[in-house]
């Protein structure tokens, strides 16, 4: 297993998709930090200090699209490359092969998230402050950040079980965007047809990257985030193993 997350993680630092990604979660930081700071965007919280302002681009979640490109692309390019079925010519089995894309694409995706964060709110700090308004902002921090990764260990896990289940590139680019774009709305079209109490998309991954996107996230949403991210981990990860293991790797 080891030297099979070495191999990936040797493929990752020579991967052009990773340093593409990681230059445009850089850019994209600071545009939306530039469209905050000139109205293009509308400020919806109280005050100008950088740890506000990135829980409002957080609640956003465009930065997921990123990774959700990122993994696609480097996952289904094993495919496409042939180079997943030369590991598995080579003895390595498909679970540890699995568990492998899963750990590197977490990995990656978390290297980006941390480059994102702090551009946010070194641009932010220096253009508004960080916390002018004195409302224990990094305590808030402290709270949020571990959750909003936790998020998206949840949404690498997904993104990586589609892109090997669906093996194609463009494919797994188009599904894995639209699971972002379109998945609460059909949710939501569900709960509508036979119950108006029960919301289904309450219980999807971007509804708790909404959530826990503030400084002060309250205990019951903390709880159902962290569950739901569990649960839909597990799910993804059972579900693209199993697919892995039945599929024809050419």
Known sequence: MLNVVKSDFYKLGKSKFFKGCVFASFIVAIIFVGALH????????????????????MFAGFYIYIFAVFTSLFVASEFQYGTIKNMLSRGAGRTKVFFSKVIVCISA????????????????????????????????LLAMIPLQAFMIIAYSILFTSTSIAIKGMVSAITVNLASLMIFTVLLNSVSALFSKSFTLADYWIGSSVMDLATL???????????????AWSVMSATIGLLLFKKADVK
């Open 38 to 57: 000139t109205g293009v965007i509308h400020a919806t919280v109280d005050g100008r200090g950088a740890a506000e302002m990135l829980a409002q681009i």
């Open 109 to 140: 995706n978390l290297v980006m998230l941390a480059i994102f964060i702090c551009t946010v709110l070194i641009v932010g700090t220096v253009l508004w402050g960080f916390d002018p308004n004195g409302i224990g902002a990094f305590s808030g």
């Open 216 to 230: 002060t996230p309250s205990a019951e949403d903390i709880v159902r985030g962290l569950i739901i991210a569990v």
